[in-house]
């Protein structure tokens, strides 16, 4: 059974900062993860999905990259703004199933100004 | 842009009413997914459905329903509303199966 966890599971960092959110797996038979952003009250909105082949993944100020040997992928967020402040869920698709992914509980981000 | 609607942003319903909720999305994904998120408990699957008319139970079915009768529309229903299924609703859908997943606004149903 695949388990994701999120660790810390809140992070307050100054504006400009550079900062890495974790997420862990315990199925290194991933397929792909993805990563998804939360505003409060609102629905997830998709931010990358990494590929099983592939090491990491960029959008803008977003890196994100997998390691399927240690069961880790980070999200690396560049020169943070008070705009970036969310919840972050990372998501890794069961073991044995096609179709459902397994979310992590989140990493809560605050940046100040 | 791939788009997922769901019918109400914010529902008051009485307890043991009927509720629907549904949602819609524009991509021609096959499948389709209802969450619930409540504090502390993170997003727990109900149910999912990978084509029209086929259906699977999540990890809590217990208490609801769903119907696929078109590709692209897929309804969430509390047959008889209970207080504890007051919570934030969020629909997904995706296309093949290892692909990106998209969600909707979310419908935060409170039952009295």
């Known amino acids: 059974k695949q388990e994701v966890t999120q660790i810390p599971a809140a992070l307050s960092v100054p504006e400009g900062e550079n900062l890495v959110l974790n997420c862990s797996f315990t199925?290194?038979?991933?397929?792909?993860l993805q990563w998804f952003r939360q505003d409060p009250g609102k629905g997830l909105t998709s931010l990358l999905l990494?590929?099983?082949?592939?090491r990491e993944q960029t959008s803008g100020r977003l890196n994100a990259s997998l390691d399927k040997s240690s069961g880790r992928s980070t999200l690396y967020i560049a020169a943070s703004q008070p705009g970036d402040s969310a919840t972050y869920l990372c998501?890794?698709?069961?073991?044995?199933?096609?179709?459902?992914?397994?979310f992590g509980s989140g990493t809560q981000l605050t940046v100040l100004p | 842009d791939v788009k997922v609607t769901q019918s109400s942003r914010y529902l008051v319903k009485r307890t043991g009413e009927k509720v629907f909720l549904e949602c819609v999305q524009d991509m021609d994904h096959e499948n389709m997914f209802w969450y619930r998120q409540d504090p502390g408990l993170g997003l727990r699957l109900i149910y999912f459905?990978?084509?029209?008319?086929?259906?699977e139970k999540g990890d809590i079915p217990e208490g609801y329903s769903v119907s696929r009768e078109k590709k692209e529309r897929f309804s969430l229903i509390l047959e008889s509303a209970s207080t504890n299924q007051t919570s934030m609703y969020l629909c997904a859908s995706r296309g093949q199966s290892y692909n990106e997943q998209f969600f909707g606004p979310g419908t935060r149903l409170t039952v009295l």
């Open positions: 998501a890794a698709y069961r073991t044995g199933s096609a179709r459902q992914l397994t």
């Open positions: 199925d290194s038979a991933i397929y792909n």
């Open positions: 990494i590929q099983s082949s592939q």
């Open positions: 459905s990978y084509d029209v008319k086929m259906k």
